[in-house]
């Protein structure tokens, strides 16, 4: 199974990003999809999850301005990012827990990162 972040830039703060995560290889199916950040030394943090039947939540510093969504038909999840900040300056990790067989056992697995980088 693989996750590929895409989306990420330099935007000026009060701008806008799309970043997307398509997961491929052997899934049968996925529950719990979801966004963190890492930036420069600090941890990393959650920033948004969904569940497969849609339900989100989000860290507080994001409420209001992001937008978790994903399309199960593609296994893709999506982050809108809107009136972003310097303080939203990081690495964008997707994850997503998977199950490969039909077992019903879920692992997680996490893309490579894409930066994102908000300018004042």
């Known amino acids: 199974v693989q996750l590929q972040a895409s989306g990420g830039g330099l935007v000026q703060a009060g701008g806008s990003l799309r970043l997307s995560c398509p997961a491929s290889?052997?899934?049968?199916?996925?529950?719990?999809m979801g966004w963190y950040r890492q930036a420069p030394g600090k941890q990393r943090e959650l920033v948004a999850a969904?569940?497969?039947?849609?339900?989100?939540n989000y860290a507080d510093s994001v409420k209001g301005r992001f937008t978790i969504s994903r399309d199960n038909a593609k296994n893709t999840v999506y982050l809108q990012m809107n009136s972003l900040k310097p303080e939203d300056t990081a690495v964008y990790y997707c994850?997503?827990?998977?199950?490969?067989?039909?077992?019903?056992?879920?692992?997680?697995?996490w893309g490579q990162g894409t930066l994102v980088t908000v300018s004042s």
């Open positions: 994850n997503a827990d998977v199950d490969y067989s039909g077992s019903g056992n879920f692992y997680r697995y």
């Open positions: 290889g052997s899934i049968f199916s996925i529950n719990l």
């Open positions: 969904i569940s497969s039947g849609g339900r989100a």
